[in-house]
């Protein structure tokens, strides 16, 4: 007879499951609470410790860690040393385990859950045989949840409970198992942490750590403020991720996950004052992130404005003493250094995506100047700027930046003329001194008219479209200079 072994504290659909397996001759062994639920249901079961011939100790922490459980479970049927070495042990084969774990998430949820509490629901000999159950796939079906019972008494019945079947459940096993480990990692290290609410007050919300990485926002030491809110922590985070690009001084100030200012200087000083001189309006209210130490200059230029986040790597007695007279305003000081293969997620109904983080930069030899006009190295400098800002902003996106500052950003918009109205509308400036930057190609000339009827000269874009000589034409028949770069820059 084959034999399975069943501990479970979720007992839904329990009764017609065993019922099913003893109707296709299973043995049933299992433990504890289990094993009596199941004898009440008048279905013939057996107690572990049978096959172990040990008596469980430790107050029920160890019952099933033993090799006539663990040896059955793992053996190899196809290995003839696997079975001669249970033969010689007296130890049967294990064919179906059934688990799922003590309730780990339910428990620390509790509001006044003692630590001794949290302790004695890890669950340990559980994990073990699923993990061992699940790696022998191809012998052993492994059910970690009790929507699938159904189906295993079906395919049992029906004979179809293959390889490939076992495989998908072998898949379960292991998501399952790490995400219970991740929630006492979680739990134990205060890696989640409950925000006030999410994006508006009728949302609930919570922040989970990945890493202790002090190059992240989450991992930056708060010097002084309020806690953080949820918009507060985004848009910290993209304030952050941008100005970790630079290595010249720079100042980003960012508004609802868009820069809406960006200024680079000699110093720090300077770089922020053309930072916020590119959208004072914009930035009242916002976040900014320095990618250098504040000093007092620096600090009572931002004073003088209503900030609610300020990131830097450093801050220096006096500008602390000048920025914490603003009971409210937070302080963060984080490491600024890159980090090349860092990951980024995602969330979708149903999971998540992850993607490396986009840092592809301006080669000098990838750059391609399409035109009969050269650009300027002004203009150049203008371009560099205003590419690596575009990286950084909502698709369709459209920066324009002259060599130390950018100058109106157009973000988030259906159509690229669009975004291209916006950054012009709301331009500091305007003239040959200033360069568009497109974080995708465009589709047809109307973008390079409109910045030509603006006294645009000069472009960068990704290029690649089927029109591309149309655009092409009309800069070289109005004296404007255009640059492909290879690479778009679609931020969603």
């Not at 669950?123 to 079906?141: C, E, Q, S, Y």
């Not at 300020?310 to 603003?326: G, M, N, R, V, W």
Request: overall charge negative; some cysteine; proline content about 3%.
């Amino acid at each position: 007879m084959k034999k399975a072994l069943i501990s479970v504290s979720d007992k839904r659909g329990l009764e017609p499951f065993v019922r099913g397996l003893a109707r296709n001759d299973f043995e049933i062994y299992s433990t504890g609470g289990t094993l009596k639920v199941i004898e009440s249901f008048g279905v013939k079961v057996q107690n572990v410790s049978d096959l172990t011939g040990f008596e469980e100790i430790l107050d029920g922490r160890v019952k099933t860690l033993h090799p006539a459980v663990h040896g059955g479970i793992l053996a190899d049927r196809d290995n003839k040393d696997h079975m001669a070495a249970l033969d010689a042990q007296g130890i049967s084969t294990i064919d179906l385990v059934a688990v799922n774990l003590y309730p780990f998430k339910e428990t620390v949820a509790k509001e006044d859950v003692s630590e001794s509490e949290a302790v004695e629901n890890i669950d340990i000999g559980g994990p073990t045989m699923l993990r061992a159950a699940a790696k022998n796939f191809k012998h052993v079906t492994t059910i970690v949840s009790p929507e699938d019972y159904g189906e295993i008494i079906q395919r049992i019945e029906s004979n179809t409970l293959d390889e490939a079947y076992r495989r998908s459940l072998m898949v379960k096993v292991f998501r399952h198992t790490n995400d219970y480990d991740q929630a006492i990692v979680n739990h134990f290290s205060q890696a989640e942490e409950t925000l006030r609410y999410g994006e508006n007050p009728h949302q609930a919300a919570r922040l989970v750590r990945t890493t202790e990485d002090r190059n992240t926002i989450l991992n930056a030491d708060v010097l002084h403020g309020k806690a953080l809110s949820y918009n507060n922590i985004r848009d910290a985070d993209a304030a952050f991720q941008l100005a970790k690009k630079f290595t010249m001084p720079v100042a980003v100030a960012v508004k609802h996950m868009n820069p809406c200012g960006v200024g680079t200087g000699e110093t720090i000083s300077e770089a922020f004052k053309n930072a916020h001189e590119a959208d004072s309006q914009s930035i009242f209210g916002g976040i900014v992130a320095l990618n250098k130490p504040v000093n007092r200059e620096t600090a009572e230029q931002l004073h003088s404005i209503f900030l609610e986040v300020i990131i830097a790597p450093s801050y220096d007695e006096a500008a602390l003493e000048i920025l914490t007279q603003k009971k409210n305003i937070r302080l963060l000081e984080a490491d600024y250094h890159e980090d090349a293969h860092a990951e980024e997620f995602v969330s979708v109904s149903g999971g998540y995506l992850v993607q490396t983080q986009d840092t592809g930069a301006l080669d000098e030899s990838d750059i391609k100047v399409v035109t009969e006009n050269k650009p300027s190295r002004d203009q150049m400098a203008a371009m560099a700027l205003a590419w690596e800002v575009s990286k950084h902003v909502k698709s369709n996106a459209i920066v324009l930046a002259n060599e130390k500052q950018t100058v109106g950003i157009g973000a988030g918009q259906m159509n690229r003329v669009g975004a291209l109205e916006i950054a012009i509308n709301r331009a500091l400036e305007l003239g040959e001194n200033v360069v568009m930057a497109s974080d995708g190609f465009f589709p047809m000339p109307d973008s390079v008219e409109l910045a030509h009827e603006n006294g645009i000269r000069a472009v960068i874009q990704p290029g690649g479209s089927k029109r591309d000589q149309e655009s092409i034409d009309f800069c070289n028949e109005n004296g404007m200079s255009m640059v492909f770069t290879g690479m778009r820059h679609f931020k969603h």
